[in-house]
């Protein structure tokens, strides 16, 4: 499964000189948290979260060292790949326990409640529904599906990938477009005009 973890600071703001503290400090309450849940619901497979940006190489090192000692706790077997210049870490987990059902939405507890971590969006389950809502229902042929590139990697990875499985369940070849300047959870689908199909 994918996991996508989205960390926002809700309601708190800094000022200009500060932003780049603030942000280390609420990455830092963040990843205590995740490393938290990970163990607490045993997620497995992959797990990207997106930080807030951090500009100084200084604090994402800081970060990744934090959420790696945080990870010590951990006794899955699990692999962590450092924070991308976009504030983007991967997470590979190996599960413990057989699946269980997980909430998606929960309060931040960085801000008290006044934001939300995203915690477990297994974003593919979304992503086929509404492939499948929009190839049978409306009937729509030579679809384009637009993601983040770590997403669209994510789509595309193994020889066996998702989008061999889709083409094999739905009876035709899905595009996978990456943009770059979307969120990483954000999606869209473009018909075979290049018009966004409208859910």
Known sequence: ALHVID???GNRTASKE???????QVNKEAAKEIARQLRLR???????????????PANRKILFDYLRELMLLDRAKHTILPPSKFGLVQITRQRVRPEMNIVTV????????????????VLMDDIESNLNYILQEQNEKKITLCVHPYIAAYIKKGIYSLQIKWFFKFGQ???????????????????SKDEEIKL
């Open 7 to 9: 960390v926002n600071s």
């Open 18 to 24: 500060n932003q780049e503290e603030n942000a280390l």
């Open 42 to 56: 045993d997620m497995g497979g992959i797990v990207v979260i997106d930080f807030i940006d951090m500009h100084k």
């Open 106 to 121: 929960e309060k931040c507890p960085t801000c008290d409640g006044t934001g939300e971590i995203k915690a477990s969006i």
């Open 173 to 191: 070849r899905i595009k996978v477009k990456a943009i770059s300047s979307y969120n990483l959870t954000e999606f869209h689908f473009l018909s």
